[in-house]
């Protein structure tokens, strides 16, 4: 039955002493186990990690250099990798994988054509590592079809019976796990996937749209509750490789109370906060996320800190359009958007908190510090000066399947952009052009490429109607 499984997909687990643990994903029938993989270590033979009717997840853990390129075989193919930490390493980093509204039915060379060039990419140079910056799927019509949600978030029963509660959860079990599952055979990001270990961090459709900047009723309803059991039982088993008491070395909190992890690589610390798990309208993350990011601050990192944070640390000033959303009743639908940003009103404090950890991190002498960040379904990249000859850089890569909003969006946030914003005094945010472009934001399919050249990190973007940028030595 080996042929009914999707996968391999490769999650990384973590990187010790010159080793990458690795977790293969298969996803098929639950009464019959995939093939095992195989090295020269042996065989080793996948364990159900999630079952859903009579389907599953299936997961099996193995070793392979970190440093050097290496291979493993499964069910008679032979996968090449080119190790996470190996000599000038090359990275991709995508975001916004899917569409609020009939994503699935897409036709599939339209939907994945950035995949597409990534997996050419990779065979011309291969990647070490894929990033994932949130929204891996949108499961906003997940709630739909059942009488308990289909008015969410705007409506739900106040005191729905146990046996309505509990057939909501097989239904919105199954429909994450259909989701992911189309999404985890599609031809050119399982290709890739299977060649190149993977790393996630979610954001708010991979639960629901807005979710942690939705009202605190909304949220704390048995039906809100329910659903972010089930969103994050499913990513933790797509995501992550895993399931709750048995979570890889790289997150912070193995009880799974943030989903907050660092991955250290030589030179190169990874280091990806959880902006879901604890958010609500007025904190952006709980004191144990905190508690992360101040112990990395701490740590004093000799080297590059990527930190990857799900929506832009660096943007334009929104407090006139939060102000229009007060004034003007349609707007009021886009409210959680604009409070899921750092530059809202409502977190001021947390984003000039993160600003300050950013430039702590940067401070000792050999110490840098970039941001990557999806969301906004457009690409650009902004600057903060922290100190002399100290720039905190952020690249902005979303939308690798989303496509575009409008241009006139794309410039009226450009617009926004040229009235300056400073939350540290004396440090001004600054939004930039993408190399070889005049506009601040790109409205196109993108994808974000980071490699080495000479030992110096640099960013290049791949646009799915204009190509590769120049590169930007960071």
């Not at 990458?20 to 029938?29: D, H, I, N, T, W």
């Not at 008491?245 to 907050?260: I, M, N, Q, V, Y």
Request: net charge negative; with cysteine.
């Amino acid at each position: 039955m080996t042929h009914a499984f999707a996968g391999p997909i490769l999650i990384l687990d973590s990187v010790r002493d010159g080793t990458m643990r690795l977790a293969a994903l298969f996803v098929g029938p639950a009464d019959a186990a995939p093939a095992p993989v195989g090295t020269e270590a042996g065989v080793h033979h996948p364990e159900m990690i999630l079952r859903c009717g009579e389907r599953a997840v299936w997961r099996a853990r193995f070793d392979r250099p970190a440093a050097e390129p290496s291979s493993y075989d499964w069910n008679g193919t032979r996968y090449d990798l080119a190790g996470a930490s190996a000599p000038e390493p090359r990275f991709a980093y995508v975001s916004c994988n899917g569409e609020e509204h009939g994503d699935l039915d897409r036709d599939p060379a339209e939907r994945n054509v950035i995949w597409t060039r990534l997996a050419e990419g990779h065979r011309e140079a291969p990647f070490s590592l894929l990033i994932h910056g949130g929204d891996q799927i949108y499961a906003d019509e997940a709630t739909q079809g059942h009488s308990a949600s289909a008015g969410w978030p705007d409506a739900w029963p106040d005191d729905p019976e146990d046996d309505t509660l509990t057939d909501l959860r097989a239904h919105l079990r199954q429909r994450f796990f259909d989701r992911y599952s189309a999404l985890y055979t599609a031809e050119a990001f399982s290709w890739l996937a299977a060649r190149v270990p993977s790393v996630m961090q979610w954001d708010d459709h991979d639960i629901c749209d807005g979710w942690g900047s939705l009202p605190r009723s909304a949220a704390r309803s048995s039906v809100g509750r329910l659903l972010f059991d089930v969103a994050r039982e499913m990513a933790l088993a797509f995501q992550h490789g895993t399931r709750d008491g048995d979570l890889p070395a790289r997150f912070a909190d193995p009880a799974g109370t943030h989903l907050g992890w660092r991955v250290d690589l030589p030179g190169l610390r990874l280091l990806a906060p959880d902006l879901r798990s604890q958010r609500t309208r007025r904190e952006v993350m709980g004191r144990e996320g905190w508690d992360m990011v101040e112990d990395a601050a701490r740590d004093g990192f000799d080297g590059r800190t990527l930190l990857i944070t799900s929506v832009p640390l660096l943007g334009p000033r929104l407090s006139l359009l939060e102000l229009a959303m007060i004034l003007v009743p349609r707007m009021q639908k886009y409210e959680d958007d604009l409070r899921d940003q750092w530059q809202s009103r409502a977190h001021r404090s947390s984003w000039r908190h993160m600003l300050r950890l950013c430039r702590r991190m940067a401070a000792p002498a050999g110490a840098q510090v970039t941001v990557v960040s999806g969301e906004i379904h457009l690409a650009t990249r902004a600057t903060m000066d922290l100190a002399p000859g100290k720039v905190l850089h952020q690249l902005v890569a979303s939308g690798v399947t989303h496509r575009a909003p409008p241009k006139g969006w794309a410039r009226t946030l450009g617009a926004l952009a040229t009235l300056g914003e400073s939350p540290l005094p004396g440090q001004p945010i600054r939004i930039r052009p993408l190399p070889g472009r005049s506009d601040r934001y790109t409205a196109e399919r993108n994808a974000l490429i980071l490699e080495h050249d000479g030992g110096a990190l640099q960013a290049r973007w791949l646009l799915e109607k204009t190509g590769l940028t120049p590169p930007l030595a960071l």
